[in-house]
């Protein structure tokens, strides 16, 4: 994925503006040095050629100062004679020529000044008369002007009137002549000419452009003359050495000025821009990659690297979304399969904040119910008895609770609960987050185990009361028959007492052998040896046998022996008779035993049939002392007695019972009993037996088997 930026393409890159930067600075600094340099050596030159034209000016001013005074004074002197004598004298001061020239001049002061020119030869050239300078008189002073040696300007007169003079005193000697005049060798020229250096303008001379105007000093009775003085080589006037210097300072300045602002754009090009992109680095390692964006720098590099690191975030961000959202996934769909149910109860608001959907099954309601208690809350649904369990130990950081709940459905379930305190960092307690397990099942399970145990524990006090019944039952016969054993022997005894000796010795023998084959039949069972041995069986015949078995027993009690006999009871069946006459026994054995008077009732029925098979049910009911309904679920337990008396008066061994079930199932049936205590009781027991069509002839054989016993 890329990221345009707008200015990526546009901005100048950091190497670019560098070089940029580099480049204004060193045209900077070759101009700020180059001209700094230039200008100071064309200053010092211009100051030294100023200094040394002002050294001149001085000198030459004095001279035309002292030149134009001593004129004037002359002049003057002249004025008061009407006499001016000029003398040219030559080179080697000799006087060359002197000729007095006597004009009618004016006074000096306000008037015009006449002067009269000779040459070296002592002609004249000029003079000041009415015609004023003439053209030659101006040649002539352009020659000497172009004299490069003459310098010295003087203005006379004033005004419009004023004129231009150059003169150079060429010599001049204090010779006095015979007239008593000074010689004076004067070079004067007049540049009122346009072409001339100096130039009257409205009210006064102006110098030609680029030259500089000096005022002259004159003494003070010449001053009115207005006196000046110009410098020719105005082109070379010197440039003010205060306005270079400010410029070079200035430039110097500038040039500072723009070092520290191109060094301060690169820093902040650079630094700046890297360290704000560090600090935003730094920021989202702190905070982790979200929606930040790091500002896109100023230079094409720094924008790239803004970008990259957008983009990187972009990625880490992307990446760290779909972790995220992978794992909260991952951790969801745990929580949500996980058997039971996961939940968070916020201790603040009392209400649930989250729960996994599991919690629908555990208790029939949906998670969404318990949320912020928005149908119901978690507790109402606890056993109101349980309750307690739940609230309690709540200090502690971690709890166990087992409850029970009603279920949606209206069952009740157990519940095992586990959950841990969470707290803030400064240790308020904010959630309880936990698990809840549906163990309605272990429970029960327990519960079946428990009873199972005490039905164990009692089976084991049971076969021990049964160990000492047994070796009192065992003993009781056994005494019998030895007693009249020993009785027997004896020489002179009657024959009926002989016969009741051996009559008790034969009743002892057949008790014993009685409870022998119990304890045989109950160990075989319980060894899985006892089969069933099939042969053709008559139920009512089997129930007559016995009562015949039973009848003297019944007799002695007065007790009444009657059978009920549905008309499918002559029907023939195939079944191991020889077990069924003993459980008809026991159960028939027992009500007699445990019947004082009352009848004794027998039924038999088919209660269930199909093409083969045949379930006949048979029922014993007595009036005899009945059975407490705690006991009656432990009757058929091996070696189960209800009452170690009753069993003292009665006699048995506590497995009739127990045999007779076991046989019942082992013929596909069952066995049960309905017992009040005091009013009598009333025994069945359900057998399947296969259908058999077999003849009358047949019947009366039905005794014996025809299938071999595997016993
Ligand atoms: P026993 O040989 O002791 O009779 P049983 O297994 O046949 O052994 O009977 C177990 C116990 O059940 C008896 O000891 C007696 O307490 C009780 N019992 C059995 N039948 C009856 C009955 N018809 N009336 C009252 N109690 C009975």
Same mark, same amino acid.
């Given at each position: /994925?890329?990221?345009?930026? *707008?200015?990526?393409?546009?901005?100048?890159?950091?190497?670019?503006?560098?070089?940029?930067?580099?480049?204004?600075?060193?045209? /900077?600094?070759?101009?700020?040095?180059?001209?700094?340099?230039?200008?100071?050596?064309?200053?010092?030159?211009? +100051?030294?050629?100023?200094?040394?034209?002002?050294? &001149?000016? *001085?000198?030459?001013?004095?001279?035309?100062? !002292?030149?134009?005074? !001593?004129?004037?004074?002359?002049?003057?002197?002249?004025?008061?004679?009407?006499?001016?004598?000029?003398?040219?004298? =030559?080179? $080697?001061?000799?006087?060359?020529?002197?000729?007095?020239?006597?004009?009618?001049?004016?006074?000096?002061?306000?008037? #015009?000044?006449?002067?009269?020119?000779? =040459?070296?030869?002592?002609? &004249?050239?000029?003079?000041?008369?009415?015609?004023?300078?003439?053209?030659?008189?101006?040649?002539?002073?352009?020659?000497?002007? &172009?004299?490069?040696?003459?310098?010295?300007?003087?203005?006379?007169?004033?005004?419009?009137?004023? @004129? +231009?003079?150059?003169?150079?005193?060429?010599?001049?000697?204090? !010779?006095? !002549?015979?007239?008593?005049a000074l010689m004076y060798k004067v070079k004067i020229s007049n540049l009122g000419d346009p072409n001339a250096p100096l130039h009257w303008k409205d009210d006064g001379f102006v110098p030609e452009e680029g030259m500089v105007w000096h005022p002259l000093a004159l003494p003070a009775d010449l001053q009115p003359l207005g006196l000046s003085l110009a410098l020719k080589e105005a082109a070379a006037a010197p440039i003010q050495l205060d306005s270079l210097s400010y410029l070079y300072l200035f430039t110097t300045l500038m040039a500072v000025a723009i070092a520290v602002w191109v060094s301060r754009r690169i820093a902040e090009n650079l630094t700046g821009d890297l360290q704000r992109l560090s600090d935003f680095a730094g920021e989202v390692v702190l905070t982790g990659p979200g929606s930040q964006r790091a500002n896109l720098g100023e230079t094409r590099e720094t924008t790239k690297l803004a970008e990259?690191?957008?983009?990187?975030?972009?990625?880490?961000?992307?990446?760290?979304?779909?972790?995220?959202? @992978?794992? &909260?996934? *991952?951790?969801?769909?745990? +929580?949500?399969?996980? #058997?039971? $149910?996961?939940?968070?109860?916020?201790?603040?608001?009392?209400?649930?904040?989250?729960?996994?959907?599991?919690?629908?099954?555990?208790?029939?309601?949906?998670?969404?119910?318990?949320? @912020?208690? *928005?149908?119901?809350?978690?507790?109402d649904i606890i056993e109101q008895e349980d309750r307690n369990i739940r609230t309690a130990g709540k200090n502690t950081l971690t709890h166990v609770w087992e409850y029970r709940i009603r279920h949606f459905n209206g069952e009740q379930r157990w519940i095992w609960e586990r959950n841990r305190t969470c707290h803030d960092d400064d240790g308020k307690q904010l959630y309880?987050?936990?698990?809840?397990?549906?163990?309605?099942?272990?429970?029960?399970?327990?519960?079946? +185990?428990?009873?199972?145990?005490?039905?164990?524990?009692?089976?084991?006090?049971?076969?021990?009361?049964?160990?000492?019944? /047994?070796?009192?039952?065992?003993?009781? #016969? /056994?005494n019998g028959i030895v007693g009249m054993a020993e009785l027997l022997t004896l020489p002179e005894l009657e024959n009926d007492i002989r016969k009741t000796y051996a009559k008790i010795v034969f009743d002892s023998s057949k008790n014993l052998l009685g409870l022998l084959n119990d304890i045989l039949d109950i160990s075989r069972i319980e060894a899985g040896k006892l089969t069933i041995i099939e042969s053709p069986l008559y139920p009512e015949k089997i129930i007559q046998e016995v009562f015949a078995f039973f009848n003297a027993a019944a007799k002695n009690k007065n007790l009444k022996l009657e059978s009920v006999c549905e008309t499918s009871c002559s029907q023939s069946y195939l079944g191991d008779s020889l077990r069924l006459r003993q459980m008809l026994s026991n159960l028939i054995g027992n009500a007699v035993k445990f019947t004082e008077h009352g009848t004794i009732l027998v039924q038999a029925k088919e209660v269930s049939s199909d093409a083969d098979h045949v379930v006949l049910e048979f029922v014993v009911t007595d009036s005899g002392i009945g059975i407490a309904k705690k006991n009656q679920e432990f009757l058929f337990n091996n070696f189960s007695q209800v009452d170690s008396s009753d069993t003292r008066r009665y006699g048995g061994s506590g497995l009739g019972l127990a045999i007779t079930k076991n046989l019942a199932e082992l013929m596909g049936g069952s066995i049960g009993v309905e017992s009040d205590l005091g009013k009598g009781s009333r025994f069945w027991f359900r057998i399947q037996l296969r259908r058999l069509e077999i003849s009358k002839s047949d019947r009366d054989q039905s005794s014996r088997p025809v299938t071999t016993a595997s016993d």
């Open positions: /994925m890329t990221y345009p930026s *707008k200015t990526s393409s546009q901005a100048p890159s950091l190497s670019q503006r560098i070089q940029r930067f580099s480049q204004i600075t060193l045209v /900077m600094f070759i101009f700020v040095l180059g001209g700094g340099s230039w200008l100071l050596v064309h200053n010092e030159q211009s +100051l030294a050629h100023r200094q040394r034209l002002d050294h &001149e000016w *001085k000198l030459q001013a004095n001279r035309v100062t !002292t030149l134009i005074t !001593t004129i004037h004074g002359e002049l003057k002197k002249t004025a008061h004679s009407s006499l001016i004598s000029t003398a040219l004298v =030559d080179s $080697a001061g000799k006087d060359a020529y002197l000729t007095p020239y006597l004009q009618g001049l004016s006074r000096i002061e306000g008037v #015009p000044l006449s002067l009269i020119f000779a =040459d070296f030869e002592g002609k &004249e050239i000029a003079s000041n008369g009415a015609g004023g300078f003439t053209n030659g008189h101006i040649a002539w002073l352009r020659q000497l002007l &172009e004299n490069p040696s003459l310098t010295p300007v003087a203005i006379m007169g004033t005004g419009a009137s004023a @004129e +231009l003079i150059v003169a150079e005193l060429i010599y001049y000697s204090r !010779t006095k !002549t015979p007239e008593g990259a690191i957008n983009e990187m975030l972009d990625r880490l961000g992307h990446q760290h979304r779909s972790l995220q959202e @992978e794992s &909260e996934t *991952k951790f969801r769909n745990l +929580l949500e399969n996980m #058997p039971g $149910a996961a939940y968070r109860w916020h201790l603040g608001k009392k209400s649930m904040d989250y729960m996994s959907r599991g919690v629908e099954e555990l208790t029939g309601y949906p998670a969404a119910d318990f949320l @912020e208690n *928005k149908s119901r809350s978690y507790s309880l987050e936990g698990v809840l397990f549906d163990i309605t099942e272990r429970k029960h399970a327990e519960e079946a +185990l428990i009873k199972a145990i005490r039905i164990t524990e009692s089976a084991n006090l049971a076969k021990s009361q049964f160990l000492a019944t /047994m070796s009192h039952e065992l003993r009781t #016969p /056994m």
